[in-house]
């Protein structure tokens, strides 16, 4: 589980701990915030998921960047080497964006003002280690954008948003079921409301 701008700098979310009380990062609530990212979560014998927060900086939801860091993306890099080692393929994700598509929908005028504020240092890390997958969400539009990897590109994977309801059919509430092995990403099924 990994929280969003919406999850922790709302001034209702700070007040109630509504995400940290109801879910936590393992989905079991806590009583009060701690440090608890990254979170690694095996997934079978051949990938594993390296849980960021990129939620936890910032005064206002609808302003500012989110930031992972320099202690978690130094973890991220101490675990994808790890992993990578094992044979094991390594997603990461946290909810703020990182790179853009080139095309925009016409209701992301603002799109540039939020991305991750050390986007950078993700694609660094990217570009140095073999990453199978970035997920993430924040921008509430679907899409795709390859990075330069150590083991070839590397998909940089936005769900969109799984509640919202739109006319535009790339902000249609959407979910997204990945399949990984030892190689990488094998496929991705789009599961859309309103589409059969």
Not at 13 to 20: G, I, N, P
Not at 50 to 67: E, F, N, Q
Not at 177 to 193: H, M, T
Request: charged fraction near 25%.
């Amino acid at each position: 589980m990994v929280p969003g701008n919406h999850d922790l700098w709302t001034e209702e979310s700070v007040e109630t701990a509504r995400f940290l009380r109801a879910l936590g990062p393992d989905g079991r609530g806590m009583r009060k915030a701690a440090p608890s990212y990254p979170q690694v979560v095996p997934l079978g014998d051949e990938a594993v998921l390296v849980a960021l927060d990129s939620a936890r900086y910032g005064t206002d939801p609808w302003t500012t960047p989110g930031r992972l860091g320099s202690e978690q993306i130094r973890a991220a890099r101490e675990l994808t080497r790890e992993h990578a080692k094992q044979g094991r393929a390594v997603i990461l994700a946290f909810h703020h964006h990182v790179v853009l598509p080139p095309e925009r929908v016409s209701s992301d005028a603002a799109v540039a003002r939020m991305p991750l504020g050390d986007a950078d240092q993700v694609v660094r890390l990217v570009a140095e280690l073999p990453v199978a997958a970035v997920l993430h969400g924040h921008r509430h539009t679907a899409f795709r954008v390859d990075l330069p990897g150590a083991s070839g590109p590397t998909p940089v994977l936005c769900a969109g948003s799984a509640s919202r309801v739109a006319d535009e059919p790339v902000r249609r509430a959407r979910a997204y079921v990945y399949e990984f092995d030892r190689s990488g990403l094998r496929s991705v099924e789009a599961l859309v409301a309103g589409q059969e």
